[in-house]
């Protein structure tokens, strides 16, 4: 068996159903006898959910792009060393609820902040371990912000819906950028059919795990 495993991402605005997804993937790895992780950003560890809990704490609007930055990125540092690395060590299909694009994404083309030293940062807390396979769930923001109770919603869905569609074009200019690493699917078509194309491109890649 190879012990490199398979580390897939799905990405997207709030709302785009990445949750949903991960859930019918995970069914669809584990009836085909494949051991499968779930996780999510920020969070996945006591750690990174106390983390998680201040990014999204909607007392807190006068946090800048910067700290966001750091915030995410430490969040995601504990999670890849304590459980994605020694689960793709082991040979799992590691799939994550949002990764190092949303950092790019929301942080860099959101927020302004340097691309590359998004990057770099973001790199350093991953070890430079990218995922085989993103998949980007695209979808108009007011639609996926629609699809959240407004009662309810964190920090981050409450800024302006200006932000929420830059974030959007920063997901699509990801993944022009990255082509061979990144799939963009209409997250509006109906999810079994959404599923159907994800599970397409990763299939192939579960001869390592």
């Known amino acids: 068996m190879n012990s490199r495993g398979v580390l897939i991402s799905l990405e997207g605005p709030d709302g785009a159903g990445k949750t949903t997804q991960i859930e019918l993937l995970a069914d669809n790895a584990v009836k085909g006898g494949f051991r499968t992780l779930r996780t999510r950003e920020p969070g996945g560890t006591p750690l990174g959910d106390d983390v998680r809990a201040i990014l999204l704490n909607p007392c807190y609007q006068e946090m800048t792009p910067l700290t966001e930055v750091f915030l995410y990125a430490a969040a995601r540092a504990q999670l890849f060393e304590q459980v994605v690395e020694p689960a793709l060590r082991q040979g799992f299909l590691v799939l994550c609820d ?65 932000f929420h569609s830059s974030v959007r074009a920063g997901f699509l200019a990801l993944a022009e950028r990255f082509p061979e690493r990144i799939t963009v699917i209409d997250a509006t078509l109906p999810k079994e059919e959404v599923c159907s194309q994800i599970w397409q491109v990763v299939l192939p890649l579960l001869a390592r795990c």
């Open 98 to 162: 949002r990764f190092i694009d949303s950092s790019l994404a929301y942080q860099s083309y959101g927020g302004n902040v340097s691309f590359d030293f998004v990057l770099q940062v973001n790199l350093a807390a991953i070890k430079r371990r990218l995922p085989d396979h993103t998949f980007i769930l695209d979808l108009p923001p007011e639609k996926g912000l629609n699809r959240r109770p407004c009662a309810h919603a964190d920090r981050v869905e409450q800024k302006p819906l200006t």
